[in-house]
């Protein structure tokens, strides 16, 4: 099973397993949540663990799932020495923030949900380090993204963590559009996708006139998620987050990603002059202006964040000098930041969870309170300012070994041992003041908690990461020396060079610089120490220089500014422009391509009309035209109308033939004739230009180019399809779905077939843009504020006053048919005939009319009707259906449908289907489609109820408004954010 490939499937697997099953868990359930993470954590370890031995030999471990193969997009998966060794501390940190995380947070917190989320990105994490497919590895790269952005504002309520969460996400994900465009160039130049073939095309991606522009592209990328120079900015900012996740994106994952990708590419893009520069400076300016600010910060967790981006600014550096000793310096030094660093703020969220502060200027004399926690992060500051017999000793070495080497001539390579060595004497400094400050001098008075120490277990995972650095820095090549060694081996391949992990190299240049760096760093900081303990924090000479600000005023002139004058250019009240522009746009989209190419008619005949056909068409043309005539004065009545047409469209199918597409007519027509009736009442009243103007003819003039532009584009889609169909056809494609369909899928109802099987992807796409605009329109609504011409016109009013005086006992909130109560208790029994409509509709849709998309329409016009019967109350107190869960169910069990065919060998979505006997029924087919099918069902009954939840919640607040002119209460908009009802 090691040596099997498809293992690495499953090791992306166990995260997002242990992921949906914290997420069902309920708020309260801490316990089981904390073990459901660490199994899953700890599973992967041991896996990971499981496949050293091949990797050890050299090997490496191949896996791949057709995706889509005829564009050359396939689900590889790809395991080297530099892919495990990342998985190992991937799994392995994680595991340890697990640990770290049971004991950190609060009773209060909603911890299955930050479980979920932190298992969520460790998946991620996983899969951009094993995809063997570069559009893979950007897919999994923007998800990590995404789980950042939830984990960084996991505590929203808190106005920095929403700040936060929003620039890392904006930050990185416009730098993910840049990695994605230079993907595609990258594959464009090698002629393939797949990472074994980019990285073997390093010749041909360099010489390419291409080159260059899909390397600023993928640095882009890399820069902006390792919080490079100018795009370093956010990470100091994500510091909101709790403290093990910050913890665990600073050691081993989300800033690691971008030098990680850095380090894999290294066979294709390094060693050019514009890797030089473009890494050299970005790099060199990042280690400098980080170790500069994190000396001022006043926040442990501010220091430490600015560390790492000096940290990781000495990484890319190291890959920018483009040789091979650099890059194994680079691999090095990420395996000992990764470890001193989780620890270094594991240590910092103690002070902070038993002090209650993180403040150096009120924290002081702590090791006489805890002494265990203050030994262990002063082990850990040593190895980050790289004090001798601690690992960062040894990578620090390696890099001053390698700034005094010549590489390119230039004056950026003759700086660079300077600011080296500057950069080192600033990590002194604040090392030395993170513990100076923090666990000694004086004891500390007014903190919010006595100081003590951790309870055991929340100590431990320090304990474990602080050995690690003593036994790497006194036996490297015992400790680290075969893993770093296979991690090299597959980045350089026969460029590996002669290397030593040796803790002393005599008297040399490097150590020289070292000893410079410690004797000035310490000088440093005893000049600065009074200036320090009282300064604002941020650097005197930079602070107004605000990375957080300078983005906040970008977003201000292009979300507000720009944004806003677009609006006001493009934009209207109207929906009347909207349509005519976007009809205009489409009929000169669409007459282009014919006036190049030309349009011809077919040879086959016109069949000949029939009377009682084309009088239906006729009812149905003047229900379109009176719907189009009545929304000036009437819009019920021009709703009505509408709904005529459309069962005219109904009648059509059912005519041609087509019950299937008839019936899904009638169920939407219906549905959404209802959902327009609620929501008509907040249309704003009609526009009034028109009484206005000066020009009597200039409405009417308006009417007729409307009514020509609607001509216009009626004919022409009547052309176009009038010499589509008339046109003989080689290879008809009816007749394909037509014998293939059984055959194939196991279904007799193509139209079902076609949908749940042969076009499942888009099927798969459209569920999930319905899923998001379903969320769009409830997030919409939800903000919501009726405008004054919403309010009801007099002749609203007099109908409301004589329903009310219809029923004078009638209840505040209570409908009329709840107050009769005739309609009501029809329509309760009538919701379990629906449901058993619905279910026959699901379960016979792959062989008859029917199928998950009717069947969800069905049970959610059964929901409505318990709405209209019952009201807003009904909806509050009974609709517990949680349409977001049921949306995301459906959504991954179509996923999940289509993922299983992966594990059989075939493509994504491939559908299986079998006979199998059962009791009493006999042989009969049974189709992996309709667990597909049932995904469909639950997403389009979640995103339907979720709308009335919207409109029910507008109706709830209307109400209110009229008596109190009030805000909905917090717990009412709570209840309704949670999808509760």
């Known amino acids: 099973m090691v040596a099997d490939g498809k293992v690495l499937f499953l090791l992306i697997i166990l995260p997002f397993i242990g992921c949906a099953l914290t997420g069902l868990l309920r708020t309260n359930d801490r316990q089981v949540a904390v073990w459901f993470a660490g199994l899953a954590a700890l599973a992967a370890l041991l896996l990971t663990i499981a496949l050293y031995p091949h990797i050890r030999a050299g090997g490496v471990l191949h896996s791949q799932l057709a995706w889509l193969p005829d564009y050359g997009l396939n689900v590889t998966l790809r395991m080297d020495g530099l892919a495990w060794l990342f998985a ?37 994490m996983l899969g951009v380090i094993l995809s063997g497919n570069m559009i893979l590895m950007v897919v999994f790269w923007e998800l990590t993204s995404i789980f950042s952005f939830l984990l960084i504002g996991y505590w929203y309520q808190n106005v920095s963590a929403r700040d936060g969460a929003r620039m890392a996400l904006t930050i990185t994900g416009l730098g993910g559009f840049g990695l994605l465009v230079g993907v595609l160039l990258l594959g464009h130049m090698a002629g393939s996708y797949e990472l ?136 090095f030094h990420m395996i000992n930041h990764a470890t001193f660093k989780a620890s270094l703020f594991m240590a910092a969220g103690i002070i902070d969870h038993e002090t209650g502060t993180r403040d150096l200027r009120k924290l002081s004399g702590l090791f006489r309170y805890m002494p ?68 000694f001098g004086p004891a500390p008075v007014d903190l919010p908690r006595q100081p003590k120490e951790p309870p055991q277990w929340m100590r431990f995972p320090i304990e474990f990461l602080v050995l690690i650095c003593l036994l790497t820095g006194i036996v490297p090549g015992l400790i680290v020396g075969p893993f770093l060694h296979a991690a090299v081996v597959a980045v350089l391949g026969e460029q590996t060079p002669q290397y030593s992990l040796s803790i002393w190299h005599g008297f040399n240049l490097p150590l020289l610089m070292s000893l410079i760096a410690f004797m000035s760093g310490t000088l440093l900081y005893m000049l600065m120490k009074d200036y320090l303990a009282r300064c604002e924090e941020g650097p005197p000479l930079l602070r107004h220089l605000n990375g957080q600000r300078i983005f906040e005023q970008v977003l201000v002139i292009v979300s507000w500014k720009w944004a806003r004058g677009a609006e006001n250019y493009l934009g209207t009240r109207r929906l009347q422009p909207q349509l005519r522009a976007l009809i205009v746009v489409a009929l000169i989209a669409g007459a282009w391509p014919v006036y190049q190419a030309g349009l011809w008619m077919g040879p086959l005949d016109v069949l000949p009309v029939d009377p009682v056909f084309a009088g239906v068409w006729v009812i149905g043309a003047l229900c379109a035209i009176g719907a189009a005539y009545q929304a000036k004065y009437h819009r019920l009545a021009s709703l009505m109308l509408l709904g005529g047409a459309g069962l005219v469209t109904c009648f059509t199918f059912v005519w041609l033939s087509a019950p299937d597409l008839a019936l899904t007519q009638l169920l939407v027509e219906i549905i959404t004739t209802v959902l327009l009736l609620l929501g008509l009442r907040w249309l704003p009243k009609r526009w009034q230009e028109d009484e206005n103007v000066s020009t009597p003819f200039m409405p009417r003039l308006r009417r007729y180019r409307d009514f020509i532009i609607a001509l216009a584009g009626g004919t022409a889609m009547a052309v176009v399809a009038y010499a589509m169909m008339t046109r003989l056809s080689p290879a008809s494609l009816a007749e394909y779905f037509l014998e293939n369909s059984y ?57 409301q006053n004589a329903y009310d005086a219809a029923s004078p006992n009638r209840q505040a909130g209570e409908t009329l048919s709840e107050y009769l109560n005739v309609p009501s208790v029809i329509m309760q029994y009538l919701f379990g005939v629906i449901i058993v409509f619905a279910m026959h509709l699901l379960l016979r849709g792959h062989d008859l009319p029917g199928g998950g998309f009717a069947a969800g329409i069905a049970m959610a016009i059964g929901f409505i009707l318990q709405y209209l019967a019952f009201g807003t109350r009904w909806v509050e107190s009974h609709l517990r259906i949680l349409p977001v869960k049921w949306m995301g169910f459906g959504l991954l069990c179509a996923a999940a449908t289509g993922a299983g065919a992966f594990f059989a060998g075939y493509p994504f979505l491939t559908t299986y289907f079998d006979y199998v006997q059962l009791p009493l029924i006999g042989k009969m087919p049974v189709a992996s489609a309709l667990l597909f099918d049932i995904g469909v069902f639950t997403l389009v009954v979640g995103a339907t109820v979720l709308m009335l939840i919207a409109l029910a919640h507008q109706s709830t607040r209307y109400r209110r408004s009229e008596k109190t002119q009030a805000e909905p209460d917090e717990q009412t908009a709570y209840a309704l954010h949670k999808g509760e009802g």
């Open 196 to 331: 074994d073939d980019v990285l073997g095309a390093g010749n041909v991606i360099k010489n390419h006139p291409l080159y260059t522009v899909a390397l600023v592209l993928i640095l882009l990328g890399t820069l902006t998620k390792s919080a490079q120079f100018p795009f370093h900015f956010w990470l100091p900012n994500a510091m909101a987050a709790p403290t093990p996740v910050s913890a665990y994106l600073h050691s081993a994952t989300m800033v690691k990603l971008g030098v990680f990708l850095m380090v894999r590419l290294w066979p294709a893009l390094a060693g050019t002059e514009e890797w030089f520069w473009l890494l050299g400076l970005a790099g060199l300016a990042t280690l400098l202006l980080g170790g500069w600010f994190a000396m001022f910060q006043q926040d442990l967790k501010g220091l430490l964040a600015y560390s790492t981006i000096s940290h990781l600014g000495l990484i890319t550096a190291l890959l920018s000098l483009g040789s091979p000793l650099s890059a194994v310096a680079a691999i």
């Open 743 to 799: 055959a194939q899928a196991g279904g007799k109802n193509v139209v079902n077939v076609l949908l749940v099987d042969f076009r499942s992807f888009d099927t798969l796409g459209e569920i999930t843009v319905l899923g998001i605009v379903g969320l769009t329109i409830y997030s919409l609504l939800r903000r919501f504020r009726p405008a004054s011409d919403t309010m009801e016109s007099p002749q609203q009013q007099k109908i």
């Open 372 to 439: 265990i926690t203050a030994t262990l992060a002063m082990v850990a500051s040593a190895a980050m300012a790289g004090v001798p017999l601690l690992n960062g000793f040894l990578s620090k070495e390696m890099f001053f070994a390698e700034t005094v080497e010549t590489h390119l001539s230039s004056w950026l390579d003759t700086v660079t041992p300077y600011i080296a060595t500057l950069a080192s004497a600033f990590s002194v400094a604040y090392s030395i003041r993170f513990i100076h400050s923090a666990f």
């Open 88 to 124: 190992l501390l991937v799994t392995g940190i994680g595991l340890l923030v697990v640990i770290y995380a049971r004991y950190y947070m609060s009773a209060q917190d909603p911890v299955p949900r930050f479980f979920s989320f932190f298992l969520a990105f460790m998946g991620a």
